[in-house]
RNA sequence: GCCCGGGUGGCGUAAUUGGUAGCCGCGCACCACUUAAAAUGGUGUUCUCAAAAGGAAUGUGGGUUCGAUUCCCACCCCGGGCACCA
C-alpha cells in the first residue's frame, strides 16, 4: 500500500536522516542567535541544574562520562520549555594531583597541560548539542577563580577555622604529599596506591569538625509543610513515596466525656485531624499512637478499632486533584485526663481543641471528608526532608561522620601526679573494666613512662609496632600486640589498680587516645586472654548456660542490647541498653564521668607540598608570625617555574622560587627593627585538588564578578541548586567538603541557604561491554567521537537515556544502540504523514483513543523527566509513536508538533529540524511545553479483569462510568466465570472501579 | 563484622497506592519486498504440555490477604560503602 497522500498533493519525497549535517548545523544556529543565554528574569521562576563539573585529564570523554551530562540537559530543556528561567552551566575543576602528575609524565608543563585538556574537552562537549551559557564558564585555575578560594581560606582563617598542626599526618611517598583522611582508601593514596605513612609536618588544617554536628542534623532536617505552593502537575508527583502521601488521622475520644481530640491545621483554612505519616516497617495503629504522643504529648492513648482499609477506588475519583492525599482513619481512646499542652513551635500550624460529637460530626461531613468508605480526605503534604537526597548517600555521610555519643572517664595515674582521660561509647559495662590500653603512637606516652624502669623497653616496642603499621597498612594487621607499661591508674570506680597497656588496636586520634577495657569487648577480651590479665564480668545473657559461660571467662559477651547487668548494685537485674540514661546520671551525680561526643570525622589537613594548587594565602613573617594577604592584594598568583616536581622534604616547590618566596610583611611592611630587616616568606604549601570545588557551584551564578564571589541578587534567586547531577563516589568527599564550606559561607553572611544542593541525583556508572569499568588500561573504551560519527549525537542521547534507570549501574551496548537509531528514523519518516489540510484535520484523522493517549503520554513524559525516570518516558514516546503511525488517515500536525516538543529534549537537533520543515520560523527550544488536557484522557470504556478464588479468569470490556453493582453483575454473566463459579457458592465479591472483579466461591 | 542498594524472559528493562506480571527496546524465528543480501515493513517470541484447555513462574522458604514483584518474618546470592572508631 502507498502511503496516504497529503491533501496539497503527492508526498514530497523525504530526504534521509543525515545526522552529521543536521547536527552541526543547529549547534552553529544556536550558537549564532544565543538561544541558551541565562538570565535573572524576575518574572519566572528560577531553575538551576548542575553537574559535577569535570575534571579534564589527557584521555578525554568516553561515552560514559556524558550521561549525567545529557540528563541534566533535557531536564534544563523541558524547565526553560516550561517556562523557567534556567541556569545550566558548565566548567572545570583542573588543579590538583592528577593533572600535575600527568604533566610531570608527559613532560609539559600543567598549566599548558590543562589547557589543552578542556579545550579537548569542550569540543567533545560540544558535539553532544548540549545547552550550556559557555559565558558562565568557570576553570579553578583561572586567577580570577581562585582569587575567590583564596578569599574563602581568608576568611576561614580569621574565624579561627584554619590553623597550623604539626601532628601526624598521612604522607604518601610517592606523591610526596600530606593527604586528607578523605584521599586515602583502604590506608592507600587513593591516587597511586601507595600505603601512606604517618609523617609529622607542618600543615594547614581546617577544622571541619566544628561543623560536623550540622553537617550531621541538616542530613535530616526537614522543611515545614508547605501547603499548596505549587499547583501545577509536580505538586504530587507519581510515584511519590508512600510516607509522604500516606498520613494518618486519629479520632481521639477522650476517656470520660463525649469529646473528640483534634489536630487542627490552621493555614489554608484546612481543618484536619492529621497526625502523621505511617513510616516503613510500622503498623498503622503503631503510627496512630506514636503520632498522638509525638504531636500531643498525650501518653496515655490506647488503640480502638481501624476504620476501613484504604479503598484505592476512592483515591482513583479524587487523584487528578493534585492537592489531595489519602488517609487512613484510627479510632483511639485516652485513658486519661491530664492534659499537656502541645510545642509552644508547632502552634502556629497546629492547634489542639476539643471537639463535641456533633462538631465532629460535621467536621467529618466536610466535602473533602468521606464517610462512606470511612477515609478522610484532606490538603496535606508532609513534611518533606530539605535535602532530597538518595538515602544511601546521606548513609555514607552519616557512617563517614561517624558520631559517636559516650563518656569520659577521668583516673590518676599511681604513683604520679598525671590524670588520664578515656573514652567509652558503650560504657554501660563499665563497672567490669579491669585495665587501660594506650596507642603505640600517643604523645601523651612517653610522659606517662618517664621513671619506669622498661621505659626503653616499652618505647621501642611502640617505634616498632608503628614502623610495623606503616609498611604494611593498618587493616592487614590481624591479633593484637601489646605491652604492659608499668603504670596503673586508679579506678575511680572502685576496682583498685588497673594495668595500662600500650596495645595495638589502639587509634591515637579517636576519642582521648586510651581506652578502659572489659571482658565486655571482642577485642579487649582476646587481648587480655593473650597476655593474660585478669577480667571481671558484670554482663550476663538471659541464657543461663551462656551465662555461665560468660562468668567462667569462657566466652566474650558483649551484647548490651540483650544483657543483663550485675553491677552497679543499683542497676543489677535490670537490661543495660534500657537504663543507659539512668547509668549516665549515675555516673554524673558522683561524679566519675562526663558525656561527651565523638566524632569519626577528622579535620580536614588542608596542604599539599606541591605545585599545581591554589597558593595558601598567607605570609610568614619572621616578626609577626603568621600575617594573612590583605584581600586587596589577591590573587597570590601561583608563579611559573621550571621545576615543578615534588620535591618530597615536606616543602612544595615553589620554596626554591626565591624571587616568588621572598616577600614583605603585609602587616609590619617588614621595616627594621634595631637595624635588623624581619625576614618574612610566602607560604609555599597549596590547596588540596577539593578546595576549588567546594564552592564552584557558587560562581555560576554570577561568574564574571570581579567584587564579591557572589553578588546578594544573584545569589538570592539562583540559590540553592535545584538539580545536582554526578557520581556517587564523591559522597563523602566533593560533597561533605562543599557543605561545610557552605555552611560557613552561611554564617558569614555570603550566601542565604544552609546547603548548597537541594535535590541530588546520582548517576549509575556506565560499564564497558565487557562488565569492566572503561579504561585505557583495559583496552575497553567507548569514544564518544565514533558513535556520534556512525549513529549521531541524538542516537547517542536518547539511547543513554533509554539503557535503563538513570541511577543504575549498566554495560554498554553498541548493538542495542541501533533500537534508538530505529526510533529517530521512524519519526524522521513520520513527518511525511503529517497532513497539513484543513483545521478539522486534526479530529479527522485522530481516533479519540490516539488522542488520549497523546495527553497520557504529555502528562508522563514532564512526569518522568522531573523524577529522572528518563527510561520510561522515551518508553512512552515509543509508545506513542507507535499509534500516530499507524493512524490510517496520517497524523495531524498538532499532534506532530506535540510530539516532537516532548522528544525536543532527548534529540535536540533532529526534533529542531523536522520543527523547521514544517514551516515554523522559531525554534523548538523555546516553544512552549505541552499541557495535559485532563478531560481528553477519560476513558470510554476499560477492560475489567475477572479472578476467581485470586486467579485470572476472563477479562471483558465495560463502559467507563459502570457501577460496582453493574460490573458485578457483567463479570459473572461471562462463560468463562461461569465455568468457575457453576454449582458453587459465591461467598464474596470485591470490584476495584476500573480494573477488576474477583470473584471468592467456597471450594 | 556493621550500614546501604539490588535479585523479574535469551539480554537491557516495565508494572500507577496490594489489583489482569513481562510494557518499550535488543536478540531470535518466520513472512513480504529483493536476482540476492542489507535496510525496511509485518507476524510471533516467559516456561511447560504436540495443540487447546490447563498448570508453573518475579532469588529461596514461610506469613498476612479475595488477591503479593509490591507488606511482614527468616535465609541465600550479587553490588557498593565503612571498618581495630572503644
Known amino acids: 500500500m502507498k502511503s496516504p497522500k497529503s491533501p496539497l498533493g503527492a508526498p514530497k519525497p523525504l530526504p534521509p536522516y543525515d545526522h552529521m549535517s543536521i547536527e552541526s548545523k543547529w549547534q552553529k544556529q544556536w550558537a549564532k542567535k544565543k538561544i541558551y543565554a541565562t538570565k535573572e528574569d524576575a518574572k519566572k521562576d528560577a531553575f538551576y541544574v548542575l553537574d559535577m563539573f569535570p575534571y579534564p585529564s589527557g584521555e578525554g570523554l568516553h561515552v560514559g562520562h556524558p550521561k549525567g551530562y545529557i540528563a541534566t540537559d533535557v531536564v534544563s530543556r523541558m524547565k526553560r520549555m516550561q517556562g523557567h528561567s534556567v541556569l545550566h552551566p558548565m566548567g572545570f575543576d583542573a588543579f590538583g594531583l592528577p593533572a600535575e602528575n600527568y604533566a610531570i609524565k608527559m613532560k609539559t608543563n600543567p598549566a599548558i597541560a590543562v589547557e589543552k585538556n578542556v579545550k579537548r574537552y569542550k569540543e567533545q562537549l560540544e558535539m553532544f548539542g548540549f545547552d550550556y551559557d559557555w559565558s558562565r564558564e568557570i576553570n579553578t585555575t583561572d586567577p580570577a577563580y581562585y582569587k575567590w578560594t583564596q578569599w574563602i581560606f581568608l576568611k576561614l582563617l580569621e574565624k579561627g577555622l584554619a590553623y597550623e598542626s604539626h601532628e601526624p599526618i598521612n604522607w604518601c611517598p610517592s606523591c610526596k604529599t600530606g593527604l586528607a583522611n578523605e584521599d586515602l582508601e583502604d590506608g592507600k593514596c587513593e591516587r597511586c596506591g601507595s600505603v601512606v605513612e604517618k609523617k609529622p609536618i607542618r600543615q594547614w588544617v581546617l577544622k571541619i569538625t566544628d561543623y560536623a554536628e550540622r553537617l550531621l542534623a541538616d542530613l535530616d532536617a526537614t522543611e515545614k509543610p508547605l501547603m499548596i505552593r505549587d499547583t501545577g502537575p509536580d505538586a504530587v508527583r507519581p510515584g511519590m513515596p508512600l510516607e509522604e502521601r500516606n498520613a494518618v488521622v486519629c479520632v481521639v475520644k477522650h476517656w470520660s466525656e463525649d469529646k473528640f481530640l483534634c489536630l487542627r491545621w490552621k493555614s489554608n483554612d484546612w481543618h484536619g485531624l492529621v497526625v502523621g505519616g505511617v513510616e516503613k516497617g510500622e503498623q498503622l495503629a503503631e503510627a496512630a499512637v506514636r503520632e498522638v504522643r509525638e504531636e500531643t504529648g498525650y501518653q496515655n492513648v490506647r488503640f480502638v478499632r481501624e476504620f476501613a482499609k484504604l479503598d484505592s477506588q476512592f483515591y482513583q475519583a479524587i487523584k487528578k486533584v493534585n492537592r489531595f492525599a489519602h488517609f487512613t482513619g484510627v479510632y483511639l481512646e485516652l485513658t486519661d485526663d491530664a492534659w499537656k499542652d502541645i510545642d509552644e513551635k508547632e502552634k502556629a500550624l497546629h492547634e489542639v481543641v476539643w471537639l463535641s460529637r456533633a462538631e465532629v460530626a460535621g467536621f467529618l461531613n466536610r466535602p473533602d471528608m468521606n464517610y462512606l468508605w470511612d477515609v478522610f480526605v484532606g490538603k496535606v503534604k508532609a513534611e518533606q526532608p530539605a535535602l532530597d537526597w538518595p538515602t544511601s548517600i546521606k548513609e555514607l555521610q552519616r557512617n563517614w561522620i561517624g558520631k559517636s555519643d559516650g563518656m569520659i572517664f577521668t583516673a590518676p595515674v599511681k604513683d604520679t601526679n598525671l590524670t588520664i582521660q578515656t573514652f567509652s561509647a558503650h560504657f554501660e559495662a563499665c563497672y567490669a573494666d579491669t585495665f587501660v590500653v594506650i596507642a603505640p603512637d600517643h604523645p601523651f606516652l612517653s610522659t606517662l613512662l618517664e621513671g619506669t624502669k622498661d621505659k626503653q623497653k616499652v618505647l621501642d616496642f611502640c617505634a616498632a609496632l608503628v614502623a610495623k603499621r606503616a609498611q604494611q597498612g593498618f587493616a592487614e594487621e590481624k591479633e593484637s ?68 559461660k560468660v ?22 537485674g535490670k537490661n543495660a541498653r534500657s537504663v543507659r540514661k539512668e547509668i549516665i546520671a549515675h555516673l554524673e551525680s558522683k561524679n566519675l564521668a562526663k558525656k561527651k561526643t565523638t566524632y569519626r570525622l577528622r579535620d580536614w589537613v588542608f596542604s599539599r607540598q606541591r605545585y599545581w594548587g591554589e597558593p595558601i594565602p598567607v605570609v610568614h613573617c619572621e616578626k609577626c608570625g603568621v600575617v594573612p594577604v590583605p584581600e586587596k592584594d589577591l590573587p597570590v598568583k601561583l608563579p611559573k617555574v621550571k621545576s615543578y616536581e615534588p620535591t618530597g622534604t615536606g616543602e612544595s616547590p615553589l620554596a626554591a622560587i626565591e624571587k616568588w618566596v621572598n616577600t614583605k610583611c603585609p602587616k609590619c611592611r617588614s621595616k627594621k627593627v634595631n637595624g635588623v630587616r624581619p625576614k618574612a616568606r610566602r607560604e609555599t604549601n597549596t590547596m588540596p585538588q577539593w578546595a576549588g570545588s567546594s564552592w564552584y557551584y557558587l560562581r555560576y551564578m554570577d561568574a564574571q564578578n570581579k567584587k564579591a564571589l557572589v553578588s546578594p541578587d544573584a545569589e538570592q534567586y539562583w540559590a540553592p541548586v535545584d538539580l545536582y547531577v554526578g557520581g556517587a ?45 572503561m579504561s585505557k588500561r583495559w583496552g575497553n573504551v567507548v569514544n564518544p567521537d565514533e558513535i556520534i560519527a556512525t549513529y549521531g549525537a541524538d542516537t547517542l542521547r536518547v539511547y543513554e537515556m533509554f539503557m535503563g534507570p538513570f541511577d543504575q549501574q549498566i554495560a554498554w551496548n553498541t548493538n542495542s544502540m541501533i533500537g534508538s537509531r530505529r526510533f529517530l528514523e521512524r519519526v524522521w519518516k513520520l513527518v511525511g504523514k503529517v497532513q497539513v489540510g484543513s483545521a478539522a484535520s486534526s479530529t479527522g484523522a485522530s481516533s479519540t483513543e490516539v488522542e488520549s493517549l497523546l495527553h497520557k503520554t504529555v502528562k508522563k513524559v514532564a512526569a518522568d523527566i522531573a523524577d529522572m525516570k528518563f527510561n520510561t518516558a522515551i518508553s512512552t514516546l515509543m509508545i506513542l509513536l507507535n499509534a500516530l503511525d499507524e493512524q490510517p488517515a496520517g497524523v495531524s500536525r498538532e499532534q506532530y508538533e506535540t510530539f516532537l516538543k516532548l522528544l525536543a529534549p532527548f534529540a535536540p537537533h533532529m526534533t529542531e529540524e523536522l520543527w523547521a520543515q514544517l514551516g515554523n520560523k522559531t525554534t523548538v527550544h523555546l516553544a512552549s511545553w505541552p499541557v ?60 476495584v472501579k476500573g480494573k477488576l472483579v474477583s470473584v471468592v466461591v467456597a471450594e
Open 481 to 548: 600486640e601489646g605491652i604492659f607499661t608499668g603504670r596503673y591508674i586508679v579506678d575511680p570506680l572502685g576496682n583498685g589498680d588497673l594495668p595500662i597497656w600500650v596495645a595495638s588496636f589502639a587509634l591515637a586520634d579517636y576519642g582521648t587516645g586510651i581506652v578502659k577495657c572489659s571482658a565486655h569487648d571482642d577485642r579487649d577480651f582476646a587481648f587480655a586472654k593473650k597476655y593474660g590479665i585478669k577480667m571481671k564480668t558484670v554482663l550476663y545473657p538471659k541464657d543461663a548456660v551462656l551465662a555461665e
Open 932 to 991: 495535559c488536557d485532563e478531560a481528553k484522557i477519560q476513558e470510554a470504556s476499560r477492560k475489567i479483569g475477572v479472578q476467581v478464588n485470586g486467579k485470572v479468569r476472563a477479562e471483558f470490556e465495560a463502559p467507563g462510568g459502570a457501577s460496582d453493582a453493574e460490573l458485578e453483575k457483567l463479570a459473572l454473566a461471562l462463560p468463562e466465570v461461569q465455568k468457575w463459579v457453576a454449582g458453587k457458592q459465591v461467598k464474596k465479591v470485591i470490584v
Open 551 to 572: 562468668s567462667a571467662q569462657e566466652v566474650c559477651f558483649a551484647d548490651a542490647q540483650a544483657g543483663v547487668l550485675s553491677e552497679p548494685k543499683e542497676f543489677a
Open 729 to 773: 563516589e564523591h559522597a563523602t568527599r566533593h560533597l561533605i567538603y562543599a557543605r561545610f564550606w557552605h555552611k560557613f559561607l552561611y554564617d558569614i553572611g555570603a550566601v542565604s541557604t544552609t546547603e548548597p544542593f537541594k535535590k541530588l541525583q546520582h548517576v549509575g556508572l556506565i560499564m564497558a561491554e565487557d562488565g569492566r569499568k
